[in-house]
């Protein structure tokens, strides 16, 4: 004689076995990961652009205003400060979805150039530089392991 499972047991095994989607991320908890997809992609992307400006691609330089190289921690900064100022003000999850991911790549323009800031001096290429690829890695595994780890709050309905 088998054992009968019960019905909600077996949808939750179905449910767990398709992969994840970003729709099926819990409204509160969107944010924080577009925020570690954002950062991540955007270190990516940043390294791989000035690498090929350091190797002298065609066509690609760095950003200057009257002769002055505008690091891209500015751009960061700047990100950073639109998101806290629209988290004062809207707490919507679609906003909230925005802010990570404007978040995530604002961090991940100042954290690239964290060695420049922390020597006051373009150690980019340096040894020095590496310091900005370490953090990098540690916050993205950090993230990553958190969001990993950790669930959602649940709301009155799941817990009752």
């Excluded at 690091?71 to 802010?99: F, K």
């Excluded at 990570?100 to 100042?110: E, H, K, Q, T």
Aim: with cysteine; net charge positive.
């Amino acid at each position: 004689m088998t054992e009968q499972v019960p019905r909600d047991h077996k949808a939750r095994r179905l449910e767990q076995r398709r992969p994840r989607r970003l729709r099926d991320v819990h409204p509160t908890r969107r944010g924080l990961v577009l925020a570690w997809w954002g950062f991540t992609a955007t270190f990516a992307g940043l390294r791989l652009l000035t690498w090929a400006i350091h190797v002298h691609v065609a066509g690609l330089g760095n950003v200057r205003v009257g002769g002055v190289h505008i690091h891209h921690y500015i751009w960061g900064i700047l990100a950073l400060i639109a998101v806290g100022a629209c988290g004062l003000v809207e707490r919507s999850p679609r906003w909230r979805m925005w802010m990570g991911l404007a978040f995530g790549i604002g961090l991940a323009l100042v954290v690239d150039e964290a060695a420049l800031l922390i020597e006051l001096k373009d150690v980019y290429w340096d040894h020095e530089g590496g310091i900005s690829v370490a953090i990098a890695i540690i916050v993205i595994g950090v993230a990553g392991s958190a969001l990993t780890l950790t669930r959602a709050p649940r709301t009155e309905a799941e817990t009752g």
